[in-house]
Every structure is written in C-alpha cells, then in structure tokens.
C-alpha cells in the first residue's frame, strides 16, 4: 500500500517535496519510480531509483530540478521538486516494483499510490 503526500499549490518557480510511504514489507527490495499524469494524457514517466537508491534516473523535462530519493528505514520515497513550472501542474502517483532495478515505463510498475495534484501558477 502506497500513499502520497506533499502536494499542492506553488507559484511559478517555487518547490514542493513529495513523500510516499510504504507500508508493509518488501519496501527495499523494490524499485520505485514517480509518474504524473494530467487530464486526457497518459500517465508519463518523472523518475525512479533502484532499491537501494543507486542509479536515479529522470525524464528530460525534470532533469536538473527534481531529485528522487528514498529512505528505507522509513520505507518512504521522496520527489524533491525545485524551480516548478506551470508545464509540472499534473496529478503525481509512486509506484512500486516486485524487483530492484529501475524503469521508466508504467507498465513495469506493479503496485500505485491513489495520487496527488501539484498545481503550479503562473
């Protein structure tokens, strides 16, 4: 069970942290990743990281103002978000893998946070 927290609204350029915890076990057996989806698009890739938080990788369009990272003894992942901008503004779900390694397609991700908005202003 997945569950996201953090999100909201900010004006354009400002940061917002997203948390996702854990419950149950297994949470550092498995990759993680961070999706967003908005409405009448298909849920897009942000960033995941293997289980023991090596090898993040992001989508372009995040590269070099978001971070993701995790915390296994609190079984929570993190999305740090810097220098947001309107283009950000989606409904943003975790997601879990069955296995440690990393990737960046939703398919590969068995297990899903219920999501939550981050609304970004102009």
């Known amino acids: 069970l997945l569950g996201e927290s953090g999100g909201g609204s900010v004006p354009a350029g400002g940061s917002l942290t997203l948390s996702c915890a854990a419950a149950?076990?297994?949470?550092?057996?498995?990759?993680m990743g961070w999706f967003r989806q908005v409405p009448g698009k298909q849920r897009s890739f942000v960033a995941t990281?293997?289980?023991?938080?090596?090898?993040?990788f992001y989508a372009d369009s995040v590269k070099g103002r978001f971070t993701i990272s995790r915390d296994n003894s609190k079984n929570t992942l993190y999305l740090q978000m810097n220098n947001l901008n309107p283009e950000d503004t989606a409904v943003y779900y975790c997601?879990?893998?069955?296995?440690?390694?990393?990737?960046?397609?939703?398919?590969?991700?068995?297990?899903w946070g219920q999501g939550i908005q981050v609304t970004v202003s102009s």
């Open positions: 997601a879990a893998r069955r296995v440690a390694t990393i990737g960046v397609r939703a398919s590969l991700y068995d297990f």
């Open positions: 149950g076990r297994g949470f550092s057996e498995a990759a």
């Open positions: 990281i293997s289980n023991l938080g090596a090898t993040p």
